[in-house]
């Protein structure tokens, strides 16, 4: 039952003074049976009022604005988290079952807001490739992972070669990018093969192993599984989702989840630095336990000389000066 700590800043830099600023934030982790918040904490240049409601996807999303002049827009967002174990997942449901199944979803909600595709210039190459993974004697969970498996394997990831505005189209003929670009990927075979696949905002936390996405926010899919509900699946890092994973937004695309987006009259130049720092307060508090035990705090002590010139001198400088002295000896 991990416990993590998240800083997320979000830095604007304006070349010259902007007014009304208007933003909406997706910075709100989802809380079920698998995600317990503990506390967060938003603070924003100028301490505007944010303003929540819950959009279609079910998503908290927050809004607010900065009428004054101003050349920076900072948002940071502390978050303490506790995610738990997912549930094992049981695929012993017979595949012809799962398959009758999922078409009997087709066009029922909310599965058919998960089932729009994007059509790309390369179609007769998609489904050729769809046709070589696909295997419909096998459950659709084998072949989530069997996509999934095809992306991390034929897709480079490659960091500046792509936007939040890149198609879908583009990316696969980069096959290359980063995290977001592998979910819309997956998303578009999934959802050709018609298995109802959602977009996931949120984090990737540091564990044992080295993973791709720290240090930013992440993104990864989840896929409709008969006798499941909705399994995570990460294809930038070849994984079913795990506690190591904080789910921020849902929808169909980046879109639906932005976590940070907005409009202001000004300058159309300026610069973005997004930085994610992610700590495991568990580990922390550890560390800091195993520190004080091999190096306990000590106890500096003074008795002034002559007590009597005390009203004379500063004995609170003198008292700093003589524990330095001690600190300086250790």
């Known amino acids: 039952m991990p416990n993590y700590h998240v800083k997320h800043?979000?830095?604007?830099?304006?070349?010259?003074?902007?007014?009304?600023?208007?933003?909406?934030?997706?910075?709100?982790?989802?809380?079920?049976?698998?995600?317990?918040?503990?506390?967060?904490?938003?603070?924003?240049?100028?301490?505007?009022?944010?303003?929540?409601?819950?959009?279609?996807?079910?998503?908290?999303?927050?809004?607010?604005?900065?009428?004054?002049?101003?050349?920076?827009?900072?948002?940071?967002?502390?978050?303490?988290?506790?995610?738990?174990?997912?549930?094992?997942?049981?695929?012993?449901e017979p595949s012809e079952l799962q398959w009758a199944q999922l078409d009997a979803l087709c066009n029922q909600f909310p599965y058919i807001d998960f089932l729009q595709t994007e059509s790309i210039d390369d179609?007769?190459?998609?489904?050729?490739?769809?046709?070589?993974?696909?295997?419909?004697?096998?459950?659709?969970?084998?072949?989530?992972?069997?996509?999934?498996?095809?992306?991390?394997?034929?897709?480079?990831?490659?960091k500046g070669v792509t936007s939040v505005e890149t198609k879908v189209n583009e990316i696969w003929k980069l096959k290359a990018g980063v995290c977001q670009d592998f979910a819309h990927i997956l998303l578009l075979m999934l959802r050709k093969m018609r298995i109802p696949a959602k977009y996931v905002s949120g984090y990737i936390c540091p564990g044992d192993e080295e993973v791709r996405g720290e240090g930013a926010t992440h993104a990864w899919i989840e896929a409709y599984i008969p006798s499941n509900g909705w399994i995570g699946f990460d294809p930038t890092n070849n994984c079913i989702v795990n506690d190591q994973h904080i789910r921020l937004a849902v929808g169909r695309n980046f879109s639906d989840c932005t976590p940070v987006k907005g409009t202001y009259k000004g300058c159309s130049e300026h610069r973005l630095q997004v930085s994610v720092v992610i700590e495991n307060a568990d580990n922390i508090k550890r560390i800091k336990k195993e520190q004080e035990q091999l190096n306990p705090p000590q106890m500096f002590s003074y008795i002034s000389d002559n007590p009597l010139q005390s009203n004379n001198t500063n004995s609170y400088r003198t008292y700093i000066e003589q524990l330095q002295m001690q600190q300086q000896q250790q």
């Open 9 to 92: 800043i979000t830095h604007y830099l304006y070349s010259s003074p902007v007014i009304d600023t208007t933003n909406q934030i997706m910075l709100y982790p989802i809380i079920d049976d698998y995600q317990q918040l503990n506390n967060q904490n938003l603070v924003i240049t100028g301490n505007p009022l944010i303003e929540t409601f819950t959009d279609y996807f079910f998503n908290k999303v927050g809004m607010f604005s900065l009428v004054e002049p101003h050349s920076e827009l900072i948002i940071k967002s502390y978050l303490e988290i506790t995610t738990l174990p997912l549930p094992p997942i049981n695929d012993d």
């Open 123 to 158: 179609n007769d190459e998609l489904q050729k490739i769809i046709n070589q993974i696909s295997d419909k004697s096998k459950t659709p969970f084998e072949n989530v992972k069997a996509f999934s498996e095809y992306i991390y394997q034929n897709f480079e990831y490659k």
